[in-house]
């Protein structure tokens, strides 16, 4: 595509055709590349999803410079998009630098907070063309270094999503509807009715986090209730980080990283791959 793309025209095209674009969150350039690289075998879209917590560890503008390179290389259309910022100020330090999807995340504050911090967002982005996600609703898990516990979850209420769409201008929006941030202890119980309430109210695209240990049954119905993104972090870290410690303990003398991490790419890749094929998003890049 050659250039990075905001989330508009992918995530519409998924809503009129009923897919999800996958959302697979990165961390450094081994893991742009196999995310990357498993897009385009299934000429899949695909969202490349950074935290304040990769951006720290791994610099902003790396980050930034690595996803351009994706898309400049690769003739599928790729998004790199901030996950659950926090901050106006950090969110403007990546326009700044050419990103073009943002996700705003003041769903700890109030309600009045939420929509004036995100309106403020949405002016800002859409000044610099970029598109913005927030989230209305309370997750529970981990994210970064921020853990919010099952008594603190709250779900997205339906007629206030209309509300906050219209008063902040957002472009999507993140719901909560009973996923979970990281791995789940029991089987989740997703809120299939509410997800069609909200669907039924709100026009904009609907995001689904969490989506690790979800089953594919869930997420696919998920996706066929509305969800047009579909966040996965957590499911994708674990086959990279055991097929490091696989290698390395295979190999108890191996040094060079361009050897065990050509083996985590692999083991994570084919992940990718499955996740893909469930959002249904190959074969529409
Ligand atoms: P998981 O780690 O549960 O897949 O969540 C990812 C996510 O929602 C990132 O925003």
Do not use: W
């Amino acid at each position: 595509m050659a250039y990075l793309m905001n989330s508009k025209d992918l995530l519409r095209k998924a809503q009129q055709e009923r897919y999800a674009v996958p959302a697979f969150n990165i961390h450094n350039l081994e893991t742009i590349q196999t995310v990357v690289e498993a897009a385009v075998e299934l000429r899949s879209p695909v969202i490349l999803a950074a935290t304040p917590g990769t951006m720290d560890f791994a610099g902003r503008a790396y980050i930034q410079a690595i996803a351009e390179t994706a898309a400049k290389l690769n003739d599928i259309p790729i998004v790199l998009h901030l996950d659950h910022h926090h901050t106006y100020e950090s969110i403007e330090e990546s326009l700044k630098l050419g990103t073009k999807s943002v996700m705003i995340d003041a769903s700890q504050k109030n309600f009045e907070e939420n929509i004036s911090i995100t309106k403020m967002v949405v002016e800002t982005a859409h000044k610099y063309g970029a598109t913005v996600e927030a989230e209305l609703g309370k997750l529970v898990g981990q994210e970064d270094d921020l853990i919010i516990d099952d008594c603190d979850s709250a779900y997205t209420d339906p007629d206030l999503a209309v509300e906050f769409v219209e008063r902040t201008g957002v472009d999507s929006l993140a719901v909560a509807i009973g996923t979970a941030h990281g791995l789940y202890k029991s089987e989740p119980k997703l809120d299939f009715e509410r997800l069609t309430k909200i669907r039924e109210k709100v026009s904009v695209p609907l995001v689904l986090h969490g989506a690790s240990g979800v089953p594919k049954k869930d997420v696919q119905k998920c996706i066929e209730l509305g969800c047009t993104k579909v966040n996965i972090s957590t499911e994708l870290k674990i086959p990279f980080s055991s097929g490091l410690r696989e290698y390395l303990i295979n190999h108890p003398e191996e040094m060079d990283p361009r050897k065990y991490m050509k083996h985590a790419k692999q083991e994570m890749k084919n992940v990718a791959i499955e996740k893909i094929l469930m959002c249904g998003s190959a074969g529409k890049a």
